[in-house]
T-cell receptor, first 112, second 112 residues
């Protein structure tokens, strides 16, 4: 069964550095998402992407964040200048036309 | 926007007992309500979902009920087993919007 994949599984970075988190959604899916989950807390929506543009974003998704689908298979989340509070698990998710979304395994980001 | 509240935050039951987790939502236009199970360190996985044109849905030991008038929906797990121990999240989504709103999660502990 196809799955959403994410790389890296863990990333450690210094405050102020840029990070890029990578996702490969399921191949025929049309809607793509990034979520954040701070340890022990709920899953928080960051952004949704459809038809090569952002369709919705949360208040968390400020100018420090950007998303791209550079080549028709990868879907990336860039954090330009990381802060300590960006430390979290970041999940990518995708769905086809229906409502069912499938999550990737996550990238654990630690900002020191 | 939508606000999803989930109760209880933790639930401990004896193996074989039933467990019920409840969520309320605020946006009457929400029409899709999935439930996710997240085991420790793993990705959220969809276990059951319901659409607003249906009042109840069952899948083996798991059922979801929806009360549109009261704007609440519940997850029912019967004959609980230790492998049901996990964090469960409810979510809500509005038709033709992409954003999913998550509840704060319920940590279910099934004691053998």
């Amino acid at each position: 069964e196809p799955e959403v994949t994410q790389t890296p599984s863990h990333q450690v970075t210094q405050m102020g550095q840029e990070v890029i988190l990578r996702c490969v959604p399921i191949s025929n899916h049309l809607y793509f998402y990034w979520y954040r989950q701070i340890l022990g807390q709920k899953v928080e929506f960051l952004v949704s992407f459809y038809n090569n543009e952002i369709s919705e974003k949360s208040e968390i998704f400020d100018d420090q964040f950007s998303v791209e689908r550079p080549d028709g298979s990868n879907f990336t989340l860039k954090i330009r200048s990381t802060k300590l509070e960006d430390s979290a698990m970041y999940f990518c998710a995708s769905r086809f036309r229906g409502e069912t979304q499938y999550f990737g395994p996550g990238t654990r980001l630690l900002v020191l | 926007g939508e606000n999803v509240e989930q109760h209880p935050s933790t639930l401990s039951v004896q193996e074989g007992d039933s467990a019920v987790i409840k969520c309320t939502y605020s946006d009457s236009a929400s029409n899709y309500f999935p439930w996710y199970k997240q085991e420790l360190g793993k990705r959220p996985q969809l276990i059951i979902d319901i659409r607003s044109n249906v009042g109840e849905k069952k899948d083996q030991r798991i059922a979801v009920t929806l009360n549109k008038t009261a704007k609440h929906f519940s997850l029912h797990i019967t004959e609980t087993q230790p492998e049901d121990s996990a964090v469960y999240f409810c979510a809500a989504k509005r038709y033709n919007f992409n954003k999913f709103y998550f509840g704060s999660g319920t940590k279910l502990n099934v004691k053998p």
